[in-house]
């Protein structure tokens, strides 16, 4: 694709890098076979072709509209059309540099900022979520019924094992996932600890900064991985073999601190160390297999398992099919989830910001991965799973939960 970008931002960082995958773009439509939005809505600027388009027209100097606003707001960020690209087009990227030129020339009402506001606030402040969702359970039986299923029923996570093994792992505390799911991370303890591995908890970071970063918050976001980066930073000194994240949705914003920060001299090799060390909880369990196999149970009777597979875990970060080997390496056994490629409408705030569409997406999700009769759904990412919960008629799980029932050697958590 010939481009010839406007003066604004053609010799900045954003605009050499929107430039190259501008260039590698092909026209081909690929893409397109395979974008959730544009499947619903059969809109050629509703998809990545489309986008694209629009977005090299501000680029080049043209004027951004609403509506140009709009067709960037309804994209999932799901990068599928990433997997599908045969001219590997960093479509994710060039989205976010193309929503920045956007907001800065539209603007959004008083309104629309306010409710951004209001979602980064409460979910970006741990104590404050905690406390709402704390309210919200106590208060679950008087609430309506569509506001009651979607909030979650509380797992007591059990014990944390105490910090004595020599090799040492890290994982962040700080997300909301602490609050909505604690028994996740309890389970990715219990599991390495029975290998010989502790696994520490490290506070005084907080959110990863991808909700911050997708609502083109992007100093906040960039302030947020700084904090990150120096409140892990002891850690990783003191020779901490991994940064566990268990969320795949933050696994993958941690695994680009590396480029974020590419060009700031303070931080820029601690950030690269910082996403080498970034491990998603199936690379944790596939490279320590050997170790972890022969304390599985077998005995324990199959059970029908449908895996949905977070965008960010499959087209995210390329690791399609890992957790599915691990769990039919378990014994269970794997129901058929059509169209597995698709998401599942969750996308961080995008259920939030665009309930209709994400609705309909869930539908579809929900009738694939129920169409095996699965005894639980498991997936690999806490936004998948509470979206998912909200409307399932079997319990969804964080994978990992299924693997701690499963071996022996300390207690179990509910599979």
């Known amino acids: 694709m010939q481009t010839s970008l406007a003066d604004f931002i053609k010799d900045t960082p ?3 890098e929107a430039d190259e995958i501008l260039r590698s773009c092909v026209h081909c439509g690929f893409c397109l076979a395979t974008c959730p ?3 619903l809505l059969g809109d050629e600027l509703d998809g990545p072709r489309g986008r694209i388009y629009l977005i090299k027209e501000v680029l080049e100097g043209g004027k951004a509209t609403e509506k140009t606003q709009l067709h960037l707001d309804r994209c999932l960020t799901c990068r599928s059309c990433e997997t599908t690209c045969p001219s590997g087009v960093k479509y994710g990227r060039l989205l976010d540099i193309g929503r920045h030129a956007v907001d800065k020339q539209v603007g959004r009402s008083a309104s629309a900022r306010a409710g951004r506001l209001a979602i980064m606030t409460s979910l970006l402040s741990g104590p404050l979520f905690g406390a709402a969702l704390m ?3 106590l208060l679950k039986p008087l609430l309506p019924k569509d506001v009651r299923s979607g909030i979650p029923d509380r797992l007591a996570p059990g014990r944390w094992p105490e910090a004595k093994h020599p090799r040492r792992m ?5 997300c909301v996932q602490g609050s909505l799911a604690p028994i ?5 303890a219990r599991v390495l600890d029975r290998i010989g591995v502790s696994l520490v908890r490290v506070g005084g970071g907080g959110c990863c900064g991808a909700l911050p970063y997708h609502l083109n918050e992007q100093e906040r976001a960039i302030d947020i991985v700084k904090r990150n ?13 991994a940064i566990v994240v268990t969320a795949s949705g933050c696994g993958v914003m941690v695994k680009d601190y590396g480029h974020l920060l590419r060009l700031d001299a303070t931080y820029a090799a601690k950030a690269k160390k910082v996403s080498d060390l970034a491990r998603d909880t199936v690379e944790v369990v596939a490279s320590e297999w050997t170790r972890i196999a022969p304390k599985v149970a077998m005995d324990l009777g199959s059970r029908k398992v449908a895996f949905h ?16 080997e691990i769990l039919h390496a378990l014994g269970l056994e794997l129901t058929p989830v059509p169209d597995g490629h698709l998401c599942c409408g969750s996308a961080g705030t995008f259920s939030i910001l665009q309930p209709a569409i994400s609705k309909q997406l869930k539908a579809n999700k929900l009738a694939a991965l129920e169409s095996g009769q699965p005894d639980v759904i498991a997936s690999a990412n806490i936004g998948c799973m509470m979206h998912l919960a909200d409307g399932a008629s079997v319990t969804v799980r964080h994978w990992i939960e299924l693997l701690d029932s499963r071996m022996v050697g300390g207690p179990r958590s509910p599979g």
Do not use: F, N
Request: proline share 6%; charged share 25%; net charge neutral.
């Open 229 to 241: 980066i120096d409140a892990w930073w002891p850690h990783v000194d003191r020779g901490a073999e």
């Open 170 to 174: 890290i994982v962040p505390a700080g």
């Open 135 to 137: 309210a919200g359970r």
């Open 184 to 188: 996740i991370d309890t389970a990715m």
């Open 14 to 16: 954003d605009g050499r």
């Open 37 to 39: 939005t544009y499947q």
């Open 309 to 324: 597979s977070p965008c960010t875990l499959q087209h995210g970060m390329k690791l399609k099919g890992r957790v599915e």
